[in-house]
C-alpha cells in the first residue's frame, strides 16, 4: 500500500504540473496535451508512453484498492468489539476518514476518467481541444464543485497517506523523522491540492478563460 501509494504521489504531481500549463493559454496547453502522446517516438509508437503510464496506474490501483480493503477487512475481524471510549488518542480527522475519502476518490477517479479521457460524460464541451474542454468543463459550477470536493478529499488523504507511508517504510523511527514525515504530509497534501484547485478556481474567476 505504501510503495503503490507513492506512484500515485509522484503522478499526481507531473500531472499537476502539466495541468497547470492552462494558466499559459490554450496553445501552450493543447501543445503539452499532444506533446504527450509523442514522448519516446519513434522508439515508442504515438501514445506509447501515455499508454505505460496508463498500465502502471492501473495495475498501482488495484493493488493499492485491494490493499486498502483487506486491510480494513482485517482490522474489522481483530476487533470483534467496539472500543469503550469516544475519543482516540492521536488520531486526525484525515486518518479517520482515510477508508471512505479513498473510496469517494475512487469513484470520482472513475468520473475524471469518463469525463477527461474517455469523453463519455462531456458537460460544457466535447472539442478536440484538451483546453476548450477543461474550460468548458469548469465553466459550469457544479462540475468545479465536483473537484474541488474531490481535491478536499485528496488532501486528506495525502496527508496521512504520506505519512503511513513513511512509517510503513521505517521512516518515523525518531521524534525528528516522524515530526519530518508529518510535515511532509501537510507540505503534499497542500501543494497537490492547492494546485489542482486552482484551475477550476482560475476558470470560475476568469484568470483562465
Known amino acids: ?19 497547470l500549463k492552462a494558466f499559459s493559454g490554450q496553445a501552450a496547453f493543447d501543445e503539452y496535451a499532444e506533446h504527450l502522446r ?13 499508454w505505460i ?18 486491510l480494513w477487512a482485517r482490522s474489522a475481524k481483530a476487533r470483534t468489539t467496539k472500543y469503550t471510549y469516544t475519543k482516540r488518542v492521536n488520531s486526525t ?7 471512505w475519502g479513498g473510496t469517494a476518490l475512487l469513484l470520482f477517479i472513475v468520473f ?7 469523453r463519455v460524460v ?11 474542454r477543461l474550460v468548458g468543463s469548469f465553466e459550469i459550477w457544479w462540475v468545479a464543485a465536483i473537484y474541488l470536493v ?6 486528506m488523504h495525502l496527508r496521512h497517506g504520506t505519512w503511513s507511508a513513511a512509517q510503513t517504510l521505517g521512516l518515523t523511527n525518531s521524534a525528528a523523522a516522524r515530526r519530518n514525515a508529518n510535515l511532509a504530509g501537510y507540505l503534499v ?16 474567476t476568469g484568470l483562465i478563460s
Open 112 to 118: 475524471h476518467i469518463l469525463h477527461f479521457t474517455l
Open 93 to 99: 480527522w484525515s486518518s479517520k476518514t482515510m477508508r
Open 150 to 155: 474531490a481535491m478536499a478529499a485528496l488532501a
Open 38 to 50: 509523442t514522448i519516446g517516438e519513434p522508439l515508442l509508437p504515438y501514445a506509447g508512453l501515455l
Open 122 to 132: 462531456t458537460p460544457g464541451s466535447n472539442s478536440d481541444s484538451p483546453y476548450e
Open 53 to 70: 503510464i496508463r498500465i502502471v496506474l492501473i495495475l498501482a490501483l488495484v493493488g493499492h484498492v485491494y490493499a486498502a480493503y483487506t
Open 189 to 204: 497534501a497542500v501543494v497537490v491540492a492547492g494546485g489542482y484547485s486552482l484551475i477550476p478556481i482560475g476558470v470560475l
Open 1 to 19: 500500500m505504501a510503495v503503490t501509494g507513492l506512484i500515485f504521489i509522484g503522478y499526481v504531481l507531473a500531472h499537476m504540473y502539466g495541468n
